[in-house]
């Protein structure tokens, strides 16, 4: 086999007339950009991967999309097809070919991940200009426009040839080959000034890009930093996003009470959960008023029938709290859930949707994850810094919406803790279910209210520390486990 060849598949011909026409677009992702100063697939719009901008674009008019790369789990979560060059040194061609060969139809569009515009109009302008030619990309004067083009599936075994025979230029290719061109004019009447093929190659692109998706004054779920990365040996540089930090300034009655450590989105949930769930309110009906001021960080509550609040203020960050004088009654139905067992089916696949639904965790792995679910469907979900906050989101989505809570079970990302086991008692949560570990004073907690805990769900399995009545077909649990042995 030729130098450049590695593990390659030919379609067959009977496969290749099989396929419908269009529906596969290929982003080639990758390449150190010595301008830009790290690899271009790492490339942030704001708070928003450009890549995952442009799949968001893609999805517009194909089903299906196709990765070239060699970091594929820059894209784990994400609604696409991960594969791989196999050849190598070649440039554009190794990808065109990447591409043609995963190719579910039988003409791929092709785009690279540095490249932030696309064309919906242009793009099936195209498609209804392609009769039976083998690509079809712009003219601009002598020269061609590769990406924001076409190519078909049975190009493949030509670009074997052509690599093999020495040669990678995509032009001289192409010249070999009948393709359907777009002139430069009728091209600009849907890229007037030809951004649609703009590549982004210098900071100060990017931040002009940015600002236009993305203006300053927005608050921001997600940053983007400069970052190295040492790997079996070699540094390399990357732009890397993180979650942003916020501080909210809670105002009870002019008092202050609270400062919550928490990520800058659904602000006013947050705050009408955190004060049911610390039982500062029965429901949204006891604030009198209730202003958010996101830009100055603060928020002012008035609670009527509540006179005074020195001596029961709560500090509060992204991880623990510090109590004073909470009150020690649950709103716990004893008989919540008690005739509506929950399916382990059901647990498993909520877990596994839930688990892949965070799009900022997907991408910086730095947010707690909670979801709100009756004991057939996911209700309600929410992301942050602080697994407390988003708890607290969780519940005052419900509150705001009138929706019950003394039936319901939360699904959560994080360890459950005593201060989780107390959080969703007070809001009259009977079952907290998670893909990490209960502590044991959690546990005990649980035992004392009468609450089902669930933790270590992940792929088939998950374990259940206590309240296995409410779990469908589920025995008792041993003696000796009830009584911690």
Request: aromatic share 10%; charged share 25%; glycine share 8%.
């Amino acid at each position: 086999m030729h130098r450049y060849f590695k593990n390659v598949v030919l379609v067959p011909l009977n496969e290749v007339n099989s396929l419908k026409r269009f529906g596969t677009a290929v982003l080639l992702a990758g390449g150190q950009s010595s301008r830009m100063g790290f690899d271009k697939q790492t490339l942030c719009v704001g708070d928003t991967r450009l890549t995952d901008l442009i799949f968001r674009q893609l999805t517009e008019v194909f089903d299906d999309i196709v990765v070239v790369t060699g970091r594929p789990e820059l894209y784990a979560g994400r609604p696409v097809r991960i594969v791989s060059d196999s050849m190598s040194g070649v440039g554009p061609l190794a990808g065109i070919h990447a591409g043609l060969l995963a190719s579910r139809s039988d003409y791929i569009y092709l785009m690279a991940c540095d490249m932030p515009s696309f064309s919906p109009a242009f793009t099936r302008h195209m498609m209804s200009s392609l009769k039976d030619e083998k690509a079809c990309v712009t003219r601009f004067g002598d020269w061609i426009e590769p990406f924001h083009g076409f190519y078909h599936v049975s190009l493949l075994s030509g670009i074997e040839a052509f690599v093999a025979s020495g040669q990678r230029n995509i032009f001289k290719f192409l010249e070999r080959h009948e393709v359907c061109y777009i002139d430069e004019s009728k091209t600009r009447e849907y890229t007037p000034d030809w951004s649609l093929f703009d590549n982004l190659n210098t900071p100060e692109q990017l931040e002009k890009l940015s600002e236009q998706y993305f203006p300053k004054e927005r608050l921001k779920l997600k940053k983007t930093t400069p970052m190295l990365r040492f790997e079996e040996g070699h540094w390399e540089a990357y732009q890397d996003e993180v979650v942003s930090e916020y501080t909210l300034h809670l105002h009870v009655n002019g008092v202050s009470w609270a400062k919550l450590l928490c990520s800058p989105a659904s602000l006013k949930e947050l705050v009408v959960g955190f004060l049911y769930s610390e039982r500062l309110i029965d429901s949204p009906e006891d604030l009198s008023e209730l202003i958010l001021d996101p830009e100055n960080a603060e928020a002012f509550v008035v609670i009527p029938d509540r006179d005074s609040v020195k001596g029961t203020r709560t500090i509060a960050t992204s991880g623990a709290r510090l109590f004073q004088g909470q009150p020690p009654v649950s709103r716990i139905d004893p008989d919540a859930l008690g005739s509506e067992v929950i399916d382990p089916e059901f647990i498993l696949s909520t877990m596994r949707a839930f688990t892949t639904s965070s799009e900022v965790f997907m991408s910086t792995g730095g947010v707690h994850a909670c979801s709100l679910a009756s004991a057939s469907a996911r209700l309600s979900f929410f992301d942050d810094i602080g697994r407390h906050n988003a708890l607290d989101k969780v519940v005052g989505k419900a509150l705001l919406e009138g929706v019950s809570l003394k039936d319901k079970m939360i699904f959560f990302s994080g360890r459950i803790s005593s201060e989780i086991i107390g959080k969703c008692a007070n809001a009259g949560i009977s079952a907290v279910i998670s893909r990490s570990a209960p502590t044991y004073g959690a546990i005990q907690a649980a035992k004392e209210r009468g609450m089902t805990v669930v933790g270590f769900t992940r792929g088939n399995r998950f374990n259940v520390y206590n309240g296995a009545h409410r779990i469908k077909s589920a025995p008792a649990l041993p003696k000796e486990t009830l009584e911690g042995r």
